[in-house]
């Protein structure tokens, strides 16, 4: 048998036997289906990347008002659709390193404050345009703009002068920042042509695939653009972009074959999902977190009694136990965990208490008015169920908490950083300084808690400016304290990115910098 069987596996080395001729002759063997399977993806795989195919995902977090403008970019279909057509200058590697992309290189002065990149020559714009610093100086140039209200305009804010300089793209710092690089990762800064300033939405740019449709909240499409850059990158005919952000129908969608891959797999259904034998469900840690967000300019909650109260009034544990079923991780009420490489584990974990939790509402001379969270199904999975954990531990303590549920679509644009209370997710971000700059800096669109003090913000950028590294920690480690007990964050939880795979691909890749292997999916699978 073991002779038939390496016969068996050099046909599919040489692409000359199906996955179903594999499995049905396998099975004639004796052999079981979870051992042919994984037989069968070692062949496949041991022949390396195949090109061909139509790749669809069916995913959680579009909605009918998303642009492909990428700096509107705020949920995961965005998210994605800008990895299909788009490229930033870096990438951030699995492994925490900077990966080049349109910048061949990344160069830094001594004192971290002069950054040159230098630009990959010959790159093509899906209109046929060839790329140049100009475009590229453009582009930031418009998500430094505070019109544009990009979700990158925190990150740009440390920036004195940038310029282009023939085949360079050059950024001069008002403060040294050894993190530059990792900024320039950030996935709403994809090179547009002419920065995309005429029209930030033509979704035209210099990734693998290229639009072809665009029907927001539906549906997106997109196909080979074969002069791109990089050969290596997008093995598919065509890339799909489904939205179903129905959990159960998303579910049911990749079960049945007609999506590929889904994200958000629910943790309550991940285990026996993966038992599946056609295919595999994939937990990725990371520094994803899902939150409850105050903001701190707004009545009740310019009361930091009554935001203490709620932080107090959450139990961490059991949303993880409940909500997480342990794919994930216990959160402190700040956006950094040990994933951080500056992360400081001394700072004290805050527990459920309802004694502490009551004798901070009283602090607070609450009037006793309904407290109102909003939430959706579509603000993370499980995020209906952990808000009515929440408002029942909240009770114990007297605390008077109201859910009031919104529907998915128009969730990200009409209720999360407008409402000054709701449930909301973070993927999270490579590096602290860029967390930090996104969503806590007061001058940063994305800042959701409206969390705006100037301490923080000199200590954000002394951290910048430090290059020892013992004592940018120290400086992290206040920033984390400050925003733990006087910010508008809640996190109960970190959550580990949970997807569904068909056995069909292969070339799976994990990935903590974001979901879908950073998006990368259509760019490093491929079809056995």
């Keep these: 048998m073991n002779e038939q069987i390496t016969h068996m596996a050099g046909q599919v080395t040489a692409g000359k036997m199906t996955r179903r001729e594999f499995m049905g002759k396998a099975a004639a063997l004796g052999v079981s289906a979870a051992v042919a399977s994984t037989m069968f993806a070692d062949a496949a795989r041991a022949a390396g990347p195949k090109k061909g195919g139509d790749l669809k995902f069916g995913l959680q977090g579009g909605e009918s008002t998303n642009s492909l403008d990428p700096a509107t970019y705020a949920s995961s279909v965005p998210f994605q659709n800008g990895k299909q057509f788009g490229d930033q200058l870096v990438e951030v590697a699995p492994d925490g390193s900077i990966e080049p992309r349109l910048a061949e290189s990344v160069e830094g002065s001594a004192d971290a404050k002069v950054w040159t990149f230098k630009l990959r020559q010959g790159v093509e714009f899906h209109n046929g345009k060839t790329m140049t610093s100009e475009d590229v100086l453009k582009t930031m140039q418009r998500h430094s703009n505070e019109d544009s209200k990009s979700g990158a305009l925190g990150i740009m804010k440390g920036i004195e002068s940038m310029k282009a300089d023939g085949d360079n793209f050059q950024v001069t710092l008002s403060e040294p920042n050894a993190d530059l690089p990792y900024l320039m990762a950030d996935y709403h800064l994809i090179i547009q042509p002419d920065g995309g300033m005429d029209n930030p939405g033509a979704g035209i740019g210099t990734g693998p695939y290229k639009v072809e449709v665009d029907e927001p909240g539906v ?140 004798e901070h509402y009283k602090k607070s001379g609450h009037d006793g008015s309904p407290i109102v969270l909003r939430v959706a199904d579509g603000a993370f999975p499980g995020a209906v169920d952990a808000a009515a954990l ?139």
């Design 390 to 528: 929440f408002q029942q531990t909240a009770a114990q303590a007297g605390i008077p908490l109201e859910i009031k549920r919104e529907p998915n679509d128009g969730y990200w644009s009409e209720v999360w950083n407008v409402q000054p209370f709701c449930a909301s997710y973070w993927g999270g971000r490579p590096v602290q300084d860029q967390m930090y700059s996104t969503a806590y800096l007061s001058t940063a669109d994305w800042n959701d808690t409206r969390f705006k003090v100037q301490a923080f913000d000199d200590l954000l950028f002394a951290a910048r400016a430090e290059l020892d590294v013992e004592k940018r920690k120290g400086i992290y480690s206040q920033m984390g304290r400050m925003v733990r007990d006087e910010g508008g964050l809640i996190c109960p939880m970190f959550n580990d990115f949970v997807e569904g795979v068909s056995n069909q691909l292969d070339g799976w890749e994990s990935d903590p910098t974001q979901e879908m292997m950073n998006g990368n999916m259509s760019r490093k699978m491929w079809f056995v």
């Design 219 to 358: 549906r997106h499409l997109f196909t080979k653009y074969e002069n791109h850059w990089n050969s290596d990158f997008g093995n598919f005919d065509s890339v799909e972009v489904v939205v179903i952000n129905d959990a159960t129908a998303r579910t049911a969608a990749l079960q049945s074959g007609q999506v590929h891959a889904i994200n958000r797999v629910e943790p309550k259904v991940a285990d026996l999902l993966g038992r599946a034998p056609n295919l595999t469900v994939h937990s990725t840690a990371g520094r994803g977190h899902y939150v409850f967000i105050m903001h701190c300019d707004t009545a009740p909650f310019d009361n930091n009694e009554l935001r203490t109260a709620l932080k107090y009034a959450i139990n961490r544990a059991d949303l993880v136990d409940k909500v997480l079923r342990g794919y994930g991780s216990i959160g402190n009420d700040m956006p950094i965990n040990a994933a951080y490489p500056l992360f400081d584990e001394t700072i004290e974990q805050r527990e459920f208490s309802v004694e502490k939790a009551a």
